[in-house]
T-cell receptor, first 112, second 112 residues
């Protein structure tokens, strides 16, 4: 069975640009969450979606947005990129919220 | 506000040693606790999930315990191997969204 897949694996963007990160959950999983991990820290919660509805949002500015599609895949969008947005972005899926999370390999975003 | 702390921040042991990693959390009203492993620059691999009603879980050489009342969990690794070298993260879920709240991790190095 395929695990959680994220694309792209690496990305370099310029300040002010926009970026879209994609995630496909494990088949049958209806919840997708996004986390940001900066070097040396634990991942920080950005968004959670369940059954295509936003169920939670972390302490991130409105430049960050996300959505979940009918096939339960998800996109994370970040507008007006700042240098501080450089991080590893992780997607996690679960059967339902809080059951137990499986993570993808992440997208390494570098903003220059 | 839930806070998760992991001690020690870094640990170096010779191959074959048994070791214990510690995780503490400030709010005992958790749904579950999950231990993850992270290799440098990679995503998170789930090691063990302990539901709030459970006291421990075991997988191979790994054993994790949970004491909700004292806000503590330990990850015991038996007969450590160089391949165990990685960062170990614990995370708790709880609250309305059951999002994961992570500690900052323990960086483990097992010397051959």
């Amino acid at each position: 069975d395929a695990g959680v897949t994220q694309s792209p694996t690496h990305l370099i963007k310029t300040r002010g640009q926009h970026v879209t990160l994609r995630c496909s959950p494990i088949s049958g999983h209806k919840s997708v969450s996004w986390y940001q991990q900066v070097l040396g820290q634990g991942p920080q919660f950005i968004f959670q979606y369940y059954e295509k509805e936003e169920r939670g949002r972390g302490n991130f500015p409105d430049r960050f947005s996300a959505r979940q599609f009918p096939n339960y895949s998800s996109e994370l969008n970040v507008n007006a990129l700042l240098l501080g947005d450089s991080a590893l972005y992780l997607c996690a899926s679960s059967l339902w919220t809080g059951y137990g999370y499986t993570f993808g390999s992440g997208t390494r975003l570098t903003v220059v | 506000k839930q806070e998760v702390t992991q001690i020690p921040a870094a640990l170096s042991v010779p191959e074959g040693e048994n070791l214990v990693l510690n995780c503490s959390f400030t709010d005992s009203a958790i749904y579950n606790l999950q231990w993850f492993r992270q290799d440098p620059g990679k995503g998170l691999t789930s090691l063990l999930l302990i539901q709030s009603s459970q006291r421990e879980q075991t997988s191979g050489r790994l054993n994790a315990s949970l004491d909700k009342s004292s806000g503590r969990s330990t990850l015991y690794i038996a007969a450590s191997q160089p391949g165990d070298s990685a960062t170990y993260l614990c995370a708790v879920t709880g609250g309305a969204t059951n999002k994961l709240i992570f500690g900052t991790g323990t960086l483990l190095a097992v010397q051959p």
